[in-house]
């Protein structure tokens, strides 16, 4: 028996792919034309003359450096996560005393207090640590921010491995490093790709701790340096978006790759 198309759905579709489509139309075309163009036909109309002028002149104008500024820190904040979350999350999951459950507790705590709420306190320590001004003031405090969720998230992953995984192992004489790393970690790669895109765009989108912890060019990321299109005579629009999409892509990148294993670990499946 054939079914009859669902009319409603498809117009429902449509109306979503227009509110999504729309956007990215007027940010990416204005990226592939120029000022003038820009002000004189509006932001719907089709570009006459497309040009990689924005592009070219953003990173003339220091935005490469930006760049590799944010992507400097974004790989850090996603190191220093992966390497502690995992053996942490480990030890709560197996561990079975009162120092691990309040370690635990004390990350869950770390879900309640915002950014916002501990920015001057942050300030005076990073700045009587010598730290104000520089890429590891940023770096530290965005992957404190991004340890409590990383390790609910992981631990939630880890608690899904059966015991008979774990007593299999242990028949085998395998140690508690061997246990980890050849039973746990392959079995929560989707909580770790999870942890990784969610460290990676906490870093990458970072706002508050580079305005307020940073003030030169040689530490200006990314999110600071679109302050740099807006002067007192107006505002580039053209090259602003350009901007934005080029920040874009790294993530974008990474969903891409990352997005399978990324939809298990928000699910608790653990990759399984």
């Excluded at 140690?175 to 906490?202: D, E, N, Y």
Aim: a positive charge; charged letters at 10%; aromatic letters at 12%.
């Amino acid at each position: 028996m054939r079914s009859r198309p669902n009319f409603l759905a498809g117009l429902g579709s449509l109306v979503w792919l227009f509110l999504v489509g729309l956007p990215l139309y007027v940010m990416l075309a204005a990226t592939l034309r120029s000022r003038d163009d820009y002000a004189q036909q509006g932001p719907l109309s089709f570009p006459k003359h497309f040009t990689l002028h924005n592009y070219t002149q953003d990173f003339s104008n220091g935005f490469g450096r930006y760049f590799f500024h944010t992507l400097l820190v974004t790989a850090a904040v996603v190191a220093i996560v992966v390497l502690l979350v995992p053996p942490l999350s480990y030890a709560i999951v197996r561990g079975r005393g009162r120092i691990t459950t309040g370690v635990f507790r004390l990350f869950l705590l770390g879900l309640a207090v915002p950014a916002q709420a501990v920015i001057v306190p942050m300030f005076y320590v990073i700045n009587r640590a010598g730290l104000y001004d520089n890429l590891a003031g940023v770096i530290l405090p965005t992957a404190a921010f991004c340890l409590p969720v990383s390790a609910l998230v992981l631990t939630g992953v880890m608690r899904d491995i059966t015991p008979d995984l774990y007593e299999a192992m242990a028949m085998d004489g395998a140690p508690q490093w061997r246990v980890f790393v050849q039973l746990v970690l392959p079995l929560s790669k989707g909580g770790l790709s999870t942890i990784v895109v969610f460290s990676a765009l906490q870093a990458w989108n970072g706002f508050l701790f580079p305005l307020v912890l940073t003030q030169s060019d040689s530490s200006k990321v990314v999110t600071l340096s679109l302050y740099d299109f807006q002067t007192e005579h107006g505002v580039d629009i053209p090259g602003l978006l350009a901007a934005v999409v080029l920040s874009m892509l790294p993530i974008l990148i990474v969903y891409l790759f990352a997005r399978r294993a990324l939809v298990q670990g928000l699910m608790g499946v653990g990759g399984k």
